[in-house]
């Protein structure tokens, strides 16, 4: 199987491909989409999860998601019809660093997917430039919440604290609006749905190829986590707009 497969897999039980919760995930949505009838972007969309969420309470909304998984776009195109969204959401395949836009978005989303882009600071860059003004950007990325070891930083990315990490969107000219820091439930909890459900797809598969691999990769990435990052990472959700234009 290849990594597309597995991500799919392993996300059964938890679309979201970050460490939030529903009510979370809720929360940030309604700070973002305050009239209810905004254009969203979401850069890096994945299987669009956040769009279609926002698209399921808001039905003046419009929504454009970009990704450069062929594959995600089929599941998210799937699930939107079978949730009655389709209409109101838009899908393109291709780098999330080259998409344009004929015109300018009220909430540009980038969840998690900072390695598009090569860091946060660059996210927020591509990020603008789809902006409307007055607009807001709802951006997640990694932290570390302790010293991590050189074995995390190897595996996850050199990040920085929370202070730090707002300090740095700050001096870049952007004003936090709001923000969610991930609580150890949602980061355990989204770490053991991942590797529990590759894990399953694995045993019930005993006997396969495909079904040694995902149990070999669930193996790995649970004891990556348990022994590596859990006591060290943490992930940061921050509603952003333009300080001045």
Not at 160 to 175: I, N, Q, S
Not at 178 to 185: E, K, L, N, T, W
Request: proline share 5%.
């Amino acid at each position: 199987m290849n990594r597309e497969q597995m991500s799919r897999i392993a996300h059964t039980g938890h679309p979201i491909k970050a460490p939030l919760d529903d009510a979370s995930v809720r929360r940030l949505l309604e700070r973002g989409t305050p009239r209810g009838d905004e254009r969203l972007l979401d850069l890096g969309c994945g299987s669009a999860e956040w769009l279609l969420r926002a698209l399921a309470t808001r039905p003046q909304l419009h929504a454009v998601g970009v990704d450069i998984s062929e594959d995600a776009l089929v599941q998210a195109r799937e699930t939107a019809d079978r949730r009655g969204l389709g209409e109101r959401l838009v899908l393109h395949h291709g780098a999330a660093a080259d998409f344009v836009s004929p015109g300018p978005f009220d909430l540009v989303l980038s969840v998690g997917a900072a390695h598009a882009f090569g860091g946060l600071l660059p996210t927020l860059a591509a990020a603008r430039a789809h902006l409307a003004p007055g607009g807001a950007v709802l951006v997640g990325d990694g932290l570390w919440e302790h010293p991590p070891s050189p074995e995390a930083i190897e595996m996850l990315g050199d990040f920085t604290d929370l202070a730090t990490t707002v300090d740095r969107v700050v001096a870049d000219g952007w004003t936090p609006v709001h923000g969610h820091v991930s609580a150890r439930q949602e980061l355990d909890a989204y770490e053991w749905a991942c590797w529990g459900d590759l894990a399953a797809w694995g045993l019930d598969r005993a006997g396969d190829p495909d079904g040694a691999q995902a149990l070999a990769m669930a193996a790995t990435r649970r004891s990556e986590w348990l022994r590596s990052y859990r006591d060290t990472w943490g992930f940061v959700t921050l509603l952003l707009r333009r300080t001045a234009d």
